[in-house]
């Protein structure tokens, strides 16, 4: 199958991972050089697969309510470091 002049094929579960993981990668180190907000974009729409793939909403959204609980969460401008 062709879409956008690209080959298209079913993946395993295990290559589709795989790749999933390796894509995100990818989209991690493109951020890290340019910080821009497409290349952003770009590694949300990676972490957003995993999810859907992994089914990690419902999970991932309480486990964000415990960190912001606890007070384990990213703050902008504050690095939190063991005591």
């Not at 951020?31 to 770009?42: D, L, N, R």
């Not at 089914?55 to 902008?76: D, H, Q, S």
Request: charged share 35%; proline share 2%; glycine share 4%.
């Amino acid at each position: 199958m062709h879409y956008n002049n690209q080959n298209i094929r079913a993946a395993t579960d295990m290559k589709y991972w795989l790749t999933l993981k390796e894509q995100l990668q990818k989209k991690m180190d493109a951020f890290k050089k340019s910080e821009t907000v497409p290349e952003m974009a770009e590694m949300l729409e990676a972490i957003d697969a995993i999810c859907a793939y992994r089914k990690f909403y419902a999970a991932e959204i309480k486990v964000r309510e415990k960190k912001r609980l606890e007070g384990g969460n990213v703050m902008p401008g504050m690095i939190f470091e063991e005591a």
